[in-house]
């Protein structure tokens, strides 16, 4: 949780990520940002996004984040 | 012969006044809309200035109304500025001291920050505020306006970055505009029936494809909303619902496509051409492209903003290893390349030396600054007989067997990110600024593509505390994703930060993410 937390702050540090949602409808993350965390994700948990998985639905909080980690085996 | 671009328009327009010139996710506009739309922004911009040959900066996001801007600019006889709205203060304010705009086109939320940065609201015209033309405004407007810009007046300026930390305003001519647009629409084949698929900011100059070519060959352009190039499987959707057949976008994008595995995830693709430039598209990623769409054409375009987007391209027309480079070809139709040696002299068959460019599309300069323009844009040293002028690349390149361009890379630390055009130096300008720290080095993680920051300060800094200190600063493509920092920077032995010991020693390291 907080590590997720704390790789979104160091990517736009300046959102309130730890008190909001919807981090794409509200612009927090653009496409750039997107392609950061993926790879940072991906690096850290030791898992591989798949492609299909990378759609606003699973960007919009930390909580459906921490969901596409586990999805992909990793552990929180 | 077109001696301005607006002809483009004018033509275009009889040939085909109801046909959708832009679509901007739910809107479109016809190119009758368009024309008129343009016109009239044209004739109010004239009407408050009274000036010919002078910046009109457009403050907008990218979309319909921008280019409705770019158009009326150049029908009130003035030369168009794309800003990025989304660039902090300071660079905004150091581009509009250098600028000097006649006028600023924007709209109400933008109006806003504009005059929290300072601007005056004497020189803002907001796109809101615009009632609607008048009756019979358009005879009105042929009858007593007559656009009679020649080809050598400028048609944009666009700003790229500035070593010293102060961006540079390339100004472009008409002529360049339609040599480069008359080059690709005939090399690709570009008629009514292309739809184009737009990537390229409009403050970045790869957008002059798009938005030149839709206007001369009256094709429609869709401008791709920006999120969907977050999410890969929905771009590829996406431009297939619109039926998207001609892209030219930066590697980056087709990079994540093929990283992500997307187009054997997809049904069918729509895309028949495929263009990209603004950095080196690696040949492993292309394969992927190559083998999953083997009908497309795939061409590699190459060039300076300072020769109106593109000197070089290259049709993909055999096979490539993955680690094979992609050539940048030859030269497009009307322009010409002298590869210089450090000798100043031409390069032989395989011999690396600096890409200089010449032609028509040259640019008219810098924008308000003699100086970078005298040193950048020189007499061509092999021509001693008339004035001939070549832009220094600073690219370095070597022509191989095949008589082909291959490029090697920068000779100095100029990079490109994402696409973009950076200054290391820039960066690196910011960093110092910053109260704490007081030494800092930007370097380029090519395999990783992340920019470096290495840093010297005296308190405890972290990673979050100088990016949010850095976006005040330089726009968001300039930001570190690595920010190390160091007791001392290591010197060499010319007391100048040792660039290459720092390379080599924090590159590539698959630094864990507590240290970043």
Not at chain 2, 4 to 11: C, D, F, G, I, T
Not at chain 2, 184 to 200: L, P, R, S, V, Y
């Amino acid at each position: 949780m907080e590590k997720v937390l704390r790789m979104l702050e160091e990517i736009r540090p300046e959102f309130d990520f730890r008190n909001s949602s919807n981090f794409i409808q509200n612009g927090f993350l653009d496409s750039l940002d997107i392609i950061t965390l993926v790879s940072m994700l991906d690096e850290y948990f030791h898992i591989s996004i798949n492609g299909t998985d990378i759609i606003p639905e699973n960007f919009e909080d930390i909580e459906s984040i921490n969901k596409l980690i586990l999805k992909g085996g990793g552990t929180l | 012969m077109k001696i301005n671009a607006l002809e483009y328009l004018r033509e275009t327009v009889i040939k085909y006044p109801n046909k959708p010139a832009i679509i901007d996710g739910e809107r479109s506009i016809t190119f009758h809309e368009l024309d008129l739309k343009s016109k009239w922004l044209g004739f109010i911009i004239e009407t408050k200035t009274k000036k010919r040959n002078q910046p009109i900066g457009v403050f907008l996001p990218k979309g319909l109304e921008a280019i409705v801007s770019f158009m009326g600019a150049l029908y009130s006889r003035n030369f168009y500025v794309p800003m990025d709205v989304k660039s902090p203060e300071t660079r905004i304010n150091a581009i509009l001291s250098n600028l000097n705009p006649s006028i600023i086109v924007t709209n109400k939320h933008y109006k806003s920050i504009l005059l929290s940065y300072g601007v005056p609201e004497h020189l803002m015209i907001q796109v809101e505020d615009i009632d609607k033309e008048p009756d019979n405004f358009v005879e009105f407007f042929e009858d007593h306006i007559s656009i009679n810009m020649i080809d050598t007046d400028p048609i944009y300026t666009i700003y790229t970055s500035g070593s010293t930390g102060v961006p540079k305003g390339v100004v472009i001519s008409h002529r360049g505009v339609i040599d480069y647009i008359e080059w690709a629409k005939t090399t690709f084949n570009i008629d009514e029936k292309t739809i184009i698929g737009n990537q390229a900011p409009f403050y970045f100059d790869n957008s002059t494809l798009d938005i030149y070519l839709s206007i001369a060959a009256g094709c429609t352009l869709v401008v791709i909303p920006e999120q969907y190039f977050a999410f890969p499987i929905k771009l590829m959707k996406y431009i297939n619902e619109l039926n998207i057949n001609f892209i030219f976008w930066v590697p980056s994008i087709l990079i994540n496509v093929a990283n992500f595995d997307i187009l054997s995830q997809t049904l069918d693709c729509s895309l028949t051409k495929i263009l990209f430039a603004g950095e080196v598209m690696p040949t492993k990623q292309l394969n992927y492209w190559r083998r999953n769409l083997p009908g497309a054409l795939y061409a590699n375009l190459y060039g300076p903003t300072e020769i109106t987007v593109d000197c070089t391209y290259y049709i993909v027309n055999r096979d490539f290893d993955d680690n094979e480079p992609l050539p940048i070809g030859k030269p497009c139709r009307n322009s010409n390349i002298i590869i210089l040696n450090n000798d100043n002299k031409e390069a032989g068959v395989t011999e690396i030396g600096e890409l200089c460019v010449k032609g028509s599309s040259l640019a008219l300069g810098y924008w308000n600054d003699p100086v970078k323009t005298n040193a950048s844009f020189i007499q061509n040293p092999l021509n001693s007989n008339y004035q001939e002028k070549i832009y220094k690349t600073g690219d370095l390149v070597y022509i191989n067997e095949k008589e082909e361009i291959i490029y090697v890379g920068r000779k100095d630390t100029q990079i490109k990110h994402m696409g973009y055009r950076i200054e290391l130096g820039e960066i690196e300008m910011a960093a110092l600024s910053l109260d704490s720290i007081f030494n800092a080095c930007a370097l380029y993680d090519l395999e990783k593509k992340e920019i470096v920051l290495v840093h010297e300060s005296e308190n405890n800094l972290t990673v979050s505390n100088i990016r949010r200190q850095l976006v005040n600063l330089v726009p968001k493509y300039m930001i570190p994703t690595t920010i190390i920092q160091l007791d001392k920077l290591p010197l060499n032995p010319n007391g100048k930060i040792d660039r290459v010991f720092l390379k080599e020693t924090y590159m590539n390291k698959g630094f864990p993410i507590a240290q970043r």
